[in-house]
């Protein structure tokens, strides 16, 4: 077999194997009934948000139940994924929340392929070995960039690579054009990353200069890209100047971006350790044969550099280790995000230890050697996550009932959602477009300190008054304009009934939590559940509701009632 044909069927095996072991991890199969592998809040804002997209045809104003029921507020996040999703969605006929599931398992595999790429113009041997270490990312504690709903963190890693490809072609004809095009997409995908890719090449061009002879016109080409990246994504970077960038300055005053952003953002442990010595939490001990190949794997590499020999997939690396610990410079979860892609970024530092170890066995080393070693590797390091993580914080009833909600209640209602399960997720609720509250748990501990101490019956159940909510938001700025064009201002408040657009900015407040059950008019109730002593709750209040004339089910299925009140500000609980 001829060496391009041999490089192919490997490439072609390992993209199967990696979308398979992908797809296996929310059910195996392409089509759900509702969204499954979504374990966090994040998860469901992308899907929301793509959902909007696709039926307004664009996403210029964001979705009103995740800004307070508000219709104008502009949507302030990088839209890439969601336009991407949207066009694959009608292109497959998936729904949405599938359709971004698979997009963001194909966008993994893309960035796999192309630190191969990259690694490849170095030492094919090494880049075929290193390339099935990528399948890392679908083992705990790393899945999480999937299942935690991180999707506009990799489709901004997937564009920053690909800006590291376009700039080690450099010096072949119209590469800026690539390089434009890539950075131009980092910026509509996740601004973080664009910021970490133009520091990446600032660098890299300087420490070229430093070491050969160069003109001042061979910088022509990098301003070229530079401009029409900013041209090509000006409007996104405008919007996220205006809002994130805004909000990150107003932290950065009050103290809030100080520290390592990790365990106070709850992220799980993924250490230096977890990921080269296998022995952090959740991690195999399996992996620090692995941990060990890394190490080497750098050493070698920085020896290459110091020999001044072509080395930019180690640069990749070194950088990205670099930047993954700025988390205690205040970047926090910004830079801490490129932990969970460790592997991508140190897969040339594997594949460098294999090649040179083995080398040191059989001095006639092919390339056919290395593939069959990969395909071993390719299936071992797959095998550990195929179908193992399956599930999701949505159930069919839920999904049920909130599609019903958002057909048939109207637009301007308010729903109050009593349940502890999964619509804690505040994005879940996204789906019912409508503006929504997520009672607190310590309305139930409440309630329950209320009880007699023996209760025979639903009837002998207290029913409290007044409940603890908090609205389901996106918890971020409120962009809207004050007329005309590029006049920008901000709603100061998550109510629609607060009209003025502000010209200064301020983080936005929320209504108020304590809100009495006879004022609701929509009350979303939760009947069997993850807590008997709360489902049993919910049952005896939605009963003692109902007594009431003006009190009636809209929607029930096993696990969920709707329920609609006439005349909120009757006494309903006499």
Known sequence: MKLNNLEYAFLITFSIVFLATGLSVFGGTASHAYPTGYFASDSFFHQSETTWLKEQGNIKY??????????????????FLFEATGVFSYATGL??????????????LLLALLTYAIASRVSKNAAVMGLPLTLLVFTPPFSQVIHFGQWLFIAGALFMV????????????????????????TAISHQPELLFSTVFIAIFIVARWVRTKHDIRDLIPLAIAGTGAFILSAYSLNIFRLTWMMTYLTDAKLGLTSGTGVSEKGFSDVSWLSSIMGIGQQTNIWLLPVGIAIIAGIIISVLMMINKKEAMPAWIGIYIIAISYLTFLGLAKRSFAHRWLWHFYFAFFFGMALYYGLKILIRNWNIAYSAAIAI???????????????????????????????????ENKSIFVFNLGGLQQSAALYNMRRASYIIHRNSYIKAFSNQ???????????ISG??????????SHLLCSRGGLFNYGYYHTYLPTDKECHQDFAEPTSPERNINLCNMEYYYITVQGTDQAVDLYNYAMAQKLMKKTWIRQEYSNPTTLILKNEKPGENCLD
């Open 62 to 79: 964001a979705l009103p139940s995740m800004e307070g029921g508000r219709k104008d507020v502009y949507d302030s996040h990088p839209p």
């Open 95 to 108: 729904e949405v929340y599938d359709a971004i599931y698979i997009m963001v398992i194909l966008m993994l």
């Open 162 to 185: 690909a800006s590291f490809w376009a700039i080690s072609r450099l010096e072949e004809k119209h590469s800026y054009i690539l390089l434009a095009a890539f950075m131009a997409a």
């Open 376 to 410: 071993i590797l390719t299936f071992s390091l797959a095998a550990p996550s195929y179908a193992k993580m399956k599930g999701s914080i949505m159930d069919p009833y839920n999904w049920e009932a909130m599609k019903w909600a958002s057909e048939n209640t109207p």
């Open 452 to 462: 007699k101490e023996k209760v025979n019956s639903i009837e002998d159940i207290n």
């Open 466 to 475: 007044t409940y603890e909510f908090g609205l389901a938001t996106a918890y």
